[in-house]
């Protein structure tokens, strides 16, 4: 594509930092193909969790070389003991040492999840063949939230054909907010556009412009616009407002002349899950944009989730922004 700025800013944060990232779904191709170019590249360690003979039969499969890459079996690991002992931990009586045996050495999401949380590893991509539950469930019970964030939510930066910079949000958690939520969620996807070079000026969208129409969904979203103000006073936030008005300079004069984010919106928060979601797929299909994410923000280190239909190239990109995210 023509806009490739954010991941040139990613690669070059993180470039000789050796950054690791652990990879759960090791023997699917479009995984394994990913981490091998990392591994190749140098740019990232990739660490690939599975049945070792089954990634090596898919390697094999696909023509690739899977050279000295790491590759660890969660059934045989001598990490384990370690793992489920720090995993009993963080349960905190919830689970007992045997239920932390079983879990780790079969999913290993939660395998990889711990290497985050014991420091072995600084930031996970999975989802390519699980739900997005699968991956953040166990980030919500062990790395947990960030101090001062009460939820996570995803965000997908949208990256237009005549080099169009764009931030998403919450387009993959949170199915409906109320106000307190969709501010927070408002702050922090300010902080996240500010991570991948994004001017964090943002809209809080909704189908009213300024009390154009009169309904609680609107109110909803002008009271969080206030809550955000109140969060962070220095934020170039407003609403609520429509679309159009929040992206084009044009409609901007006519609806809300006033406002220092109408018309230059860069960050645009939706109202609920399934309006971001049906909104960053028209963006992706009618309007030739490129979607990366989503990214997964408020948690104390990096997990992020793939999309089961995503490609070789959605998979190293996104572990390019998720070791970007990684702090030091």
């Excluded at 809080?204 to 154009?212: D, I, P």
């Amino acid at each position: 594509m023509a806009n490739d700025g954010v991941m040139e800013l990613a690669t070059d944060n993180i470039r000789g930092k050796n950054r690791t990232i652990v990879f759960p779904e090791g023997d699917d191709s479009r995984v394994l193909r990913a981490a091998i170019r990392h591994n190749n590249d140098g740019l990232i360690k990739p660490i690939l969790l599975g049945d070792p003979e089954s990634i090596k039969k898919v390697a094999n499969e696909e023509g690739v070389d899977l050279g000295n890459i790491e590759i660890i079996d969660p059934r045989h690991s001598d990490l384990l003991d370690e793992l489920v002992d720090r995993y009993v931990e963080l349960r905190n009586g919830k689970n007992t040492r045997e239920d932390g045996d079983y879990l780790l050495k079969k999913d290993n999401n939660y395998f990889g999840t711990m290497l985050i949380e014991t420091g072995k590893a600084d930031g996970m991509v999975s989802g390519a063949a699980h739900p997005t539950g699968d991956t953040v469930r166990p980030a919500l019970q062990l790395i947990k939230t960030k101090k001062g964030v009460n939820r996570v939510s995803g965000v997908m930066i949208m990256l237009g054909p005549n080099g169009e910079k764009l931030l998403f949000a919450d387009t993959a958690i949170n199915i409906t907010l109320q106000s307190n939520e969709l501010a927070e969620v408002a702050v922090e996807a300010a902080k996240t556009a500010v991570e991948f070079g994004i001017e964090p000026i943002v809209a809080m969208l909704s189908f009213s412009t300024k009390g154009s129409a009169k309904h609680e969904l609107a109110r909803r979203v002008e009271e969080a616009t206030k809550l955000a103000k109140e969060m962070d006073p220095d934020l170039k936030v407003d609403g609520e407002m429509q679309f159009d008005a929040a992206i084009s300079p044009q409609v901007a004069r006519k609806k809300i002349p006033n406002s220092d984010v109408a018309g230059r919106a860069k960050v645009f928060i939706f109202p609920d899950l399934q309006s971001a979601n049906i909104g960053y797929k028209i963006g992706q299909r009618l309007g030739n944009y490129e979607a990366l994410g989503p990214i997964l923000q408020g948690l104390n280190k990096p997990v992020n989730d793939l999309s089961r239909g995503c490609n070789e190239e959605d998979v190293y990109k996104l572990a390019i922004l998720t070791a970007n995210q990684v702090r030091d």
